[in-house]
């Protein structure tokens, strides 16, 4: 079964500094890899959304995205944060090749300080 | 915006008592999915449901129960509620794009149980 590890529960940054939220997890054959950003009392929306083995599918507000075969990960980062970059981060990897089920990681909190 | 829309969004409710939650979808997307989210767990699968009537087991499937009898209606129910089920509980469909698959999240309920 697939699991999911993000490195770190919390990282504060200050604003304009450059960011990298670490992902790393299991299985190595072709996943969908998604990263969604949550802000405070709301849902998940997508961020970015990465087929392993293929090229960038999908990415929103300025975020990238670093994969890695071995270990397996994908990173996520942003050259220059702002204050509105805010929130909890989360990882996900799909269980098969249609993205039928996703396992998540454990979350990240990004604080930005002026 | 996927189309998806979760009632109620916020319940406080009393040990023992039964609680439905609703997702409803306006697109026809086949997949359904319920997680709930935790501190320090990421999101967890419950249900999750391929078509109507076709329901299966997440990994925290126990004390729940789910019921999809129409495309656009996905109903997670807890039969007995316990205070361990206080949770934020997440709709989300899969979207089958030209880009590959996407899971789209709604917007959370917040469930108390006392």
């Known amino acids: 079964a697939q699991s999911v590890t993000q490195l770190d529960s919390q990282v504060p940054v200050f604003e304009e500094a450059p960011v990298e939220l670490r992902c790393n997890y299991s299985?190595?054959?072709?996943?969908?890899l998604f990263w969604y950003v949550q802000y405070p009392n709301q849902g998940l929306q997508l961020l970015l959304k990465?087929?392993?083995?293929?090229?960038l599918v999908e990415s929103i507000n300025g975020f990238e995205a670093e994969f890695n075969k071995s270990p397996p990960s994908i990173h996520l980062r942003k050259p220059s944060v702002h204050i509105s970059d805010t929130a909890e981060y989360f990882c996900?990897?799909?269980?098969?090749?249609?993205?039928?089920?996703?396992?998540f990681g454990q979350g990240t909190r990004l604080t930005i300080n002026p | 915006d996927a189309g998806i829309t979760q009632s109620p969004r916020h319940k406080v409710t009393e040990t023992g008592t039964p609680v439905t939650l609703r997702c409803h979808q306006t697109e026809n997307h086949r997949y359904m999915y319920w997680y709930r989210q935790d501190p320090g767990h990421g999101l967890r699968l419950i249900h999750y449901?391929?078509?109507?009537?076709?329901?299966d087991k997440g990994e925290v499937s126990d004390g729940y129960s789910v019921s999809r009898s129409k495309t656009e209606d996905f109903l997670l129910t807890l039969e007995s509620a316990t205070s361990s089920q206080t949770s934020v509980y997440f709709c989300?469909?899969?979207?089958?794009?030209?880009?590959?698959?996407?899971?789209?999240f709604g917007e959370g309920s917040w469930l108390t149980v006392v």
């Open positions: 996900a990897v799909s269980e098969g090749r249609g993205a039928q089920k996703l396992v």
């Open positions: 299985s190595s054959v072709s996943v969908y």
């Open positions: 449901s391929y078509g109507v009537k076709d329901t």
């Open positions: 990465y087929l392993s083995g293929s090229t």
């Open positions: 989300a469909i899969r979207w089958q794009g030209i880009s590959g698959n996407t899971i789209y």
